[in-house]
């Protein structure tokens, strides 16, 4: 149970990781889509995970059966697979090192 929390843990970190939701002028938040998470596309993330690197389209299509996800090219794209990305992610000066510069990119910061 302990390694499942884990894992559960890292993806949701490794998925969402610096990118946000802007907020309405109602002051609820924008409907959620595809550019708020990172996408893997991946082939060990893809058969081992059943596709949940294809984040993106589960965020723009909550309905879709994961074995249909779909990856989009103009979401924003993880430089490696899952697992590796689970590994910085637990380095965390390392995570820092690999990911700040993409969520800089993301919000079009130099």
């Given at each position: 149970?302990?390694?499942?929390?884990?894992?559960?843990?890292?993806?949701?970190?490794?998925?969402?990781?610096?990118?946000?939701?802007?907020?309405?002028?109602?002051?609820?938040?924008?409907r959620?889509?595809?550019?708020?998470?990172?996408?893997?596309?991946?082939?060990?993330?893809?058969?081992?995970?059943?596709?949940?690197?294809?984040?993106?389209?589960?965020?723009?299509?909550?309905?879709?059966?994961?074995?249909?996800?779909?990856?989009?090219?103009?979401?924003?794209?993880?430089p490696?697979?899952?697992f590796?990305?689970?590994?910085?992610?637990?380095?965390?000066?390392?995570?820092?090192?690999?990911?700040?510069?993409?969520?800089?990119?993301?919000?079009?910061?130099?």
């Amino acid at each position: 149970r302990q390694l499942s929390n884990l894992m559960l843990s890292s993806a949701n970190y490794v998925e969402h990781y610096g990118l946000m939701r802007g907020k309405r002028e109602d002051g609820r938040y924008e409907r959620v889509q595809p550019h708020h998470s990172w996408n893997a596309n991946h082939i060990v993330s893809n058969v081992m995970l059943y596709h949940l690197q294809r984040h993106s389209d589960h965020h723009a299509h909550a309905e879709r059966p994961y074995q249909c996800l779909r990856h989009f090219d103009t979401s924003p794209q993880l430089p490696a697979g899952y697992f590796t990305m689970f590994m910085a992610a637990w380095n965390p000066p390392i995570w820092f090192a690999i990911m700040d510069k993409r969520v800089a990119e993301q919000h079009g910061y130099d």
